[in-house]
Every structure is written in C-alpha cells, then in structure tokens.
C-alpha cells in the first residue's frame, strides 16, 4: 500500500517535471520568435495593410481623403497607359524567363556533369555577377550597348554590322540588362536539381535504345522540372517587381510596374493610386506564388 | 571529345563573358584615358581614381553605406539566428505559416517594401525617411537570409553534445555560450555576410527611404550615371567590385570548408 503510494507520487511528481520542462521550452521559444515577429509585424505586415487602406482612399486636389472607393483599382486596370505599363511588365517577365531557362539550362546542365576538377572556381564564377551590386552592373550595360560601346565596336570590327545599333532606351537593352541581372537566378536552382539525377540513368536510357536526345528529353528533362519551375516563378517574380534596369537601360517608354508606383509616390504624390498599383502587383505575386505550390502538390501526388 | 561537348562547352563560356562583360567592362574603362567611355580604348591612365578619392561625396557615400550596413548586419543577424533557433528546434502548430512569413520579404518586391515602410513611418513615426528607416528596412530583407543561412547549420548540429554539457553540469546559459554558439557560429558569420552584402548593394528600399539629402554608395552611382558618365565613376565602382568580391571569397570559405 504505502509503497504504491510512493511510486504514484513519483509518477505526478515526474510528469509535473515534464510538464515544467515543457513550459520552459515554450517560453524559449516565445523568447527566440518574438524580435523577428515584432519586426515583421511593425514593418512589414502593419505597413502593407495601410498601403492596401490608402489603396480604397480618395485623391483629389493632391491630398488624400478617407474614403472607400475602387476608382483606383479601376483607373489601373482600364486606363490605357497605365495598362500598357501593366501588361509590358508581365510580357518583360515571359521573355526574360524564358531567355533565362534557354540560356541558363545548358550551362546548369554542364556544370552539374563536368568532371572539372576546380568546379568551385566555375561556380565563384556564378556568385559574383549575383552578388555585385545591380546598379554598377546595370549602368556598366549603360556604357557597353552605347552607340560607341563595346558591343557596337565588335560587331562592326567583325563586320555582322556596319552602323552601330541603337540599343540603349528600347525594349533590346532592357531586355538584355534584366536577362543579365537574373540569369544566376535561374541557373543555380537548375544545377541544384540536375545535380541529384543519377546520370547513370541516361545511359541506361540509352542502353534501351534511346538516342542521346531522347534520353534527354525524357529521362533528364522530366526529372529536372523542380528545378525549371523554381527557377522560373522566382525569375518571373523578380522581373515584374524590377526598377533599376528599366529605369536606366529603358527610359520613359519601357517603364515597368515598380518605376510607375514610384511615380505616383514620388513625383505626383498621389499615394492612393502608387498603394493601389503596389497591391495589384502584390496580388500577381501571390496568385503566382500560390500556383506553383499547387502545382508541387501535384507532383507530390503524380510522384506517388 | 565529341562534338556536342564541344558545342556545350563554347555555350558555357558564352554564359560566362556574357556574365562578367559588365564587370569586366567597368575595371576596363577605370584605366582608359577616353572622357565618354568609349571604344577603342584610351591611353592608360590612373586619374580616375584619383579624382575619385578626391571626391568627397563619395566618400560620405561611403560613410553612411558602411553606417547603415553594419548596423542592420547586426539586427538582422541578432534577430534571425533567434528565429533560426526557434524554428529548427521546435514543432509548434503555426510553424510553417510563420516560417514563410519570416521568408516572405525575399520574394516580395522592393518597390511595396519602400512605399509601404514609407507610409507607414510619415504616420506612425512622423519621418519622412533617413538612417533609422534605412536600417529598419534592410533588416528587414536581410533577416531571411540569415534564417536561411543559420537554420540549415543547425540542422546538421548533434544534440548530444549539449546534452553532455548539461549532464556534466553547465547551466543553459553556458551550454549555449560554450557549446551551440561556436558550433553555429559559422552559419551566423555566413548569414551575415550576406545581410551586409544585401545591405550594401541595396538601391531601390534605400532610394525610396532616404529623403532628400542621404546618399549611399548605390543611391550615389545611380545619381552620378543617370545622364551623363564620368570616367571616375568607373573607378569608384571597381573599388566597390573588389569589396563585394572579397566578401563572397570570404562568405564560401566560410560555407564549404574542405570537404
């Protein structure tokens, strides 16, 4: 009986220790996530909730009234500059994405296979164009598309040309600009996937039968599409939201979403109508976002 | 070597000129004598340089952008090895929604990022931009890196040398500073690095940040190349080249030490 009883009391005992140790974790951890949810919540999730409040704000006399009102929304969507600036956004995120994956998937696809004995100097090689700021690469584009740049010089010394092209402020040079800026974007996540296909099972492809191409397009391709979709949505992404390189390389009539926010922000002050295209864009990204997780479960699912 | 391979290989190194051009270019024509950047190169010269040293806008540039950029390597570094911690660590319900909003500033565009901070600060905070705001905003997008970074070292770190430590008799705030700090410690340098790299080259949240008279080193050499392009631009960039290529020679020592 009294030692029954004994071992009961150890047993609360014990469980009122974990239960100890438990509340301890979770302080620690309510310790450990509350700077970064203060910070995300003061300066990220309040200010975008304001911007989406000013959004449905009315604007008149340069002054913002409180209002609730679509106009702005409307103003977006069927005025016509405004929606020639929309819709050449996305258009740039298509052929930039697409210049990226066709560029980018050979060198991914040669990177992941070399038997290079120094592949970490190749892949240096990727990082440092990634990580050199955006503004001196862009300008330094500026310089080398001019009338008398480098590119220019080349091609007629070779004699492809024989008057300079005029690249600069035209759909070519930003083009150009936004495929250099984000093409390790695209290749990093390829090489990352191609690198875990076992490359065994092209040759065993071949071995069946299949010739070096369809091998490719049916064993290598196939497996590598986690990477092809992860390095075109964060491609896609990234170049509707882009800035400087237009601003630089494109001027007024290749202006893209982000220098038309800034516009309406900076130069008309007409922040209900810069909230209002600053949500539409928002809401391109997440609609994008939401898509390709979808299409991952998917794959998931297909995969078994 | 067959023909394919030789096609894939001529590829590649397009890949590559086409990447360095620009950089190449700007290292190229900081030595080049000709006024308007132009080809044929000019004669070799080092006035350029000079005339950028003597600059002292740029040297200001200079000042704030190492200002700014420290302090929000700092914050975003305290704050994301935190978070790190707490994410690897534990299994809590809204974990995942959480990790993705911590992760959520790296896919969002700059440009909301800007504006919105910006509203934000003229209501609440009664600023209309400078230091404070710059360095709240690179936090900001820095700390995912961070998360990112210390997360996957922590990952790979074995418990039971903490569990050591305390059967051997150190508290938590020992085991952590002896133990969990040294070994993460790594990650926490890389992480780092590259919130002050992502701080540093940052133009677009600084620019819509700054207010009238802050100048950072991109927000100057965007001024600077907006119309007209002075040699000594060239040269100031290189300079800034050299730097960021330091730190990434640096930050992949540090990730991939012999293997």
């Known amino acids: ?304 | 070597m067959s023909v394919r391979e030789i096609i894939l290989k001529i590829w590649v190194a397009l890949v590559y000129i086409f990447l360095f051009a620009p950089i190449v270019m700007v290292i190229i024509m900081s030595f080049s004598s000709s006024k308007y950047s132009t080809f044929p190169l000019g004669e070799f010269t080092l006035k350029w340089y000079k005339s950028a040293v003597e600059d002292q806008n740029l040297f200001t540039a200079v000042k704030n952008s190492i200002f700014i950029s420290l302090t929000a390597t700092a914050g975003a570094t305290c704050i994301g090895t935190l978070a790190a911690m707490g994410f690897v660590r534990n299994r809590f319900r809204a974990k995942e929604i959480l990790n993705t909003l911590f992760l959520s500033p790296m896919i969002i565009p700059e440009i909301i990022i800007g504006i919105a901070l910006l509203s934000f600060a003229t209501i609440f905070l009664k600023m209309q931009g400078g230091f404070l705001l710059i360095v709240i905003g690179h936090t900001l997008i820095g700390l995912p890196f961070v998360l990112t970074v210390v997360s996957s070292r922590l990952h790979g770190f074995d418990r039971s040398l903490e569990e050591a430590a305390m059967d051997l008799g150190a508290n938590e705030m020992i085991t952590f500073r002896r133990i969990t700090l040294p070994l993460i410690m790594p990650g926490i340098v890389a992480g780092a690095l590259l919130a002050f790299t992502i701080s540093f080259d940052n133009f677009l949240i600084t620019y819509l940040l700054a207010g009238p008279k802050l100048m950072t080193i991109p927000v100057e050499i965007y001024s600077m190349v907006r119309f007209e392009i002075n040699p000594k631009i060239h040269a100031f960039s290189s300079f800034i080249i050299m730097i960021s290529v330091t730190l990434i020679i640096i930050h992949q020592k540090i990730v991939k030490p012999k293997e």
Not at chain 1, 128 to 143: C, D, G, L, M
Not at chain 1, 171 to 176: D, G, H, R, T
Not at chain 1, 263 to 292: C, H, K, Q, T
């Open chain 1, 1 to 304: 009986m009294m030692i029954d009883r004994a071992e009961n009391l150890a047993v609360k005992s014990d469980s009122k220790l974990k239960g100890l140790a438990r509340f301890r974790e979770r302080i620690k951890l309510f310790l450990e996530l509350t700077p970064g949810l203060f910070w995300l919540f003061f300066f990220f999730i309040i200010p975008t909730l304001l911007i989406l409040r000013y959004s449905f704000n009315q604007y008149s006399g340069g002054m913002m009234i409180k209002a609730f009102t679509l106009d702005h929304y409307i103003r977006a969507i069927t005025g016509h500059i405004y929606l020639k600036v929309l819709l050449k956004s996305l258009w740039y995120g298509v052929m930039v994405t697409s210049s990226c994956l066709i560029i980018g998937y050979p060198c991914a696809y040669f990177l992941a296979r070399t038997k290079f004995r120094r592949k970490e100097i190749l892949f240096l090689g990727l990082i440092i164009p990634f990580w050199t700021s955006i503004v001196i690469r862009t300008y330094a584009w500026k310089v080398l598309l001019g009338t008398n740049g480098m590119v220019n010089y080349f091609l007629t010394q070779i004699g492809i040309i024989e008057d300079p092209i005029r690249f600069l402020y035209s759909e070519k040079a930003v083009f150009i600009g936004l495929t250099h800026v984000f093409l390790p974007f695209m290749i990093l996540p390829l090489y990352a996937t191609i690198e875990k296909i076992n490359p065994f099972l092209e040759e065993a492809a071949q071995d069946l039968g299949a010739n070096r191409l369809k091998s490719f397009l049916f064993v290598t391709l196939p497996l590598s599409f986690p990477g092809i979709s992860t390095g075109c949505i964060l491609v896609y992404i990234l170049t509707i939201g882009s800035y400087i390189t237009p601003d630089l390389l494109g001027g007024p009539t290749e202006m893209m979403i982000s220098n038309l926010i800034q516009r309406e922000y900076y130069a008309a002050f007409n922040w209900p109508f810069g909230s209002a295209l600053g949500i539409l864009l928002l809401i391109i990204i997440l609609v994008l976002l939401l898509f390709y997780n979808k299409i991952f479960k998917l794959e998931k699912i297909a995969g078994g």
